[in-house]
């Protein structure tokens, strides 16, 4: 099987003319009956009979198919169909759902279109219909992609459903097991059947999970570590030091941190609570932290290691130590930390002595991104990206006067932007203005994506593409609605005559179709 990158063979036969095709299979972890291996073999009778050669292959294993995010494989074929370096005429999928299960049916349209567009036909091999633009085969299409994401629609309220229900019975769901704690494998009448390794699973559907005191020696240290906190009154930073110069190593043999001692104190699972859905990532839209009336609790589920009342003891002292300071007083300890330590994370704000939790970060302002933004701190992946945005929201207007002033010099009219963000022109066209910013890919070439607020429905929409560095405006695009199938498009730097008819160096076109030209009235 070729690597996702794409692997290109010579299929071709002397005196043999065959259609050039290449092979996009895909696999994730839901049916083993849609291997790569068995996706190939049935593209491959396919093409065997429809004289075709198969001269390239894309595959993406193990990659869920509810976004375009991590497929190296499909991101590779579009870039090779968009750039033209494709030499292929057809592109053969098993079915729609391996071509993927969007949650949005028009984006896996969109893509197929892009292939479309470039002058390769999309082929799925096990669907009962050609697709071949009829309308049948149009209905079809849209009906199928949309099964294939309300499969994982109601896959995922299931597993979900089915997971808060195991955590309800006290079994655990995934995860390490923590210092001082093992995950022990029962079978499905709860007997054990042995403790788990790292990185050990269970094979059998019917085996659970629970959750049992480890090895003596470290339930003992965790009994000391709540004793020196809350009887003593050390701090977590003074306990960590105190038990690496004794000699005693972390989870997985690692030195103790004020972080691990922190997070030894606030989980409930050493106090015998099976605590899920603290945060979720569902359908891989947007990962989000969950309230505490969204958590699935079973408590008492474990054996605990440490009694309630001390547990509860430690996790008072925690809150009390943040609830002391004001706003004003956390953002400026986070603001000194920023300024002292450089990026900052969880882990770094509850290795700090003396500073509140990143928990209690949390609870105070919502999240820490947005304790971070009050001190104006922005991650260092994300900082260049936002001040591109700043830099792009300064130009917006800038380019809407330009507009303006360019219509009203050629004897033109005009109106706005009122609240929907249109230009009104002459009283009869209205106008809108997106701008795109540049993206480099890793293989070095360059892509603007464009989205459009099609609901807005203006008679044009001017795209302005911005230059490598995202400082200068490139060139514009003029395109109608009637043109516009779809509130998402992807340019490259050469985009044929198909996209590339629409663009232009100025707006000096544009200013001459909005020009009032004089006639005399007939008689």
């Keep these: 099987m070729a690597a996702s990158g794409g692997t290109e063979v010579d299929a071709s036969k002397p005196g043999e003319t065959r259609l050039r095709a290449a092979q996009y299979v895909r696999m994730s972890t839901d049916h083993q009956r849609y291997s790569t291996e068995n996706q190939a073999d049935a593209i491959l009778k396919y093409a065997e009979t429809h004289g075709m050669e198969i001269v390239r292959t894309y595959s993406d294993e193990g990659k869920s198919g509810l976004n375009i995010g991590g497929r190296e494989g499909l991101q590779r074929l579009l870039e090779d169909i968009q750039g033209r370096s494709a030499h292929f005429e057809v592109l053969l999928v098993y079915d729609i759902s391996r071509w993927g299960r969007f949650q949005d049916a028009d984006e896996s349209a969109y893509y197929e279109y892009l292939c479309r567009r470039a002058g390769v036909r999309v082929v799925y091999c096990a669907e009962p219909f050609e697709n071949d633009g009829t309308p049948m085969a149009t209905i079809f299409k849209s009906v199928k992609r949309a099964m294939a994401g309300e499969y994982s629609r109601e896959l995922s309220s299931k597993v979900f459903a089915g997971q808060c229900r195991l955590i309800e019975l006290g079994f655990r769901q995934g995860g390490v097991a923590g210092y001082g704690l093992r995950r022990l494998l029962v079978d499905d009448k709860g007997q054990a059947k042995g403790i788990l390794g790292p990185g050990e699973h269970k094979s059998l559907q019917t085996d659970r999970v629970i959750l049992v005191p480890g090895p003596a020696d470290e339930v003992a240290i965790v009994k000391q570590v709540y004793q020196r906190f809350v009887v003593t009154g050390m701090t977590e930073r003074a306990i960590a030091d105190q038990l690496n110069v004794e000699g005693v190593a972390a989870d997985q043999g690692r030195p103790w941190t004020r972080g691990a001692v922190h997070q030894l104190l606030t989980n409930e699972k050493y106090v015998g609570h099976n605590v899920f859905n603290r945060s979720s990532f569902k359908l891989k839209q947007k990962r989000v932290r969950n309230p505490p009336e969204m958590w699935v609790r079973a408590e008492g589920a474990f054996e605990p290691v440490v009694p309630e009342h001390l547990f509860q003891q430690a996790r ?62 922005r991650p260092q992946r994300d900082y260049r990206y936002l001040r591109i945005n700043a830099r792009l929201r300064d130009l917006y207007p800038t380019v809407v006067a330009q507009v303006v002033a360019g219509v009203r010099e050629a004897g033109g009219t005009v109106a706005g932007p009122g609240p929907d963000g249109l230009l009104r022109v002459n009283d009869e066209l209205t106008l809108s203005i997106v701008i795109a910013r540049c993206r480099q890919t890793q293989a070095g070439s360059y892509r603007w994506r464009l989205h459009f607020d099609t609901s807005l429905a203006p008679d044009i929409t001017i795209a302005v593409r911005m230059d490598a560095a995202n400082r200068a405006i490139l060139d514009f695009y003029f395109f109608p609605r009637i043109d516009l199938i779809s509130d998402r498009l992807r340019l490259a730097e050469e985009n044929g005559l198909s996209l590339d008819a629409y663009r232009f160096d100025d707006l000096s076109d544009l200013f001459a179709l909005t020009a009032r030209i004089p006639f005399a009235e007939a008689a």
């Design 316 to 377: 008072q002292i925690i809150l009390e130590r943040s609830r002391r300071f004001t706003d004003e007083e956390m953002l400026a300890k986070l603001r000194r930390l920023f300024e002292t330590k450089g990026p900052l994370s969880g882990l770094i704000i509850d290795e700090e002595e003396a500073m509140p939790s990143s928990s209690a970060y949390r609870s105070r302002f919502g999240s820490l991104l947005r304790a971070y933004q009050l001190i104006g701190y």
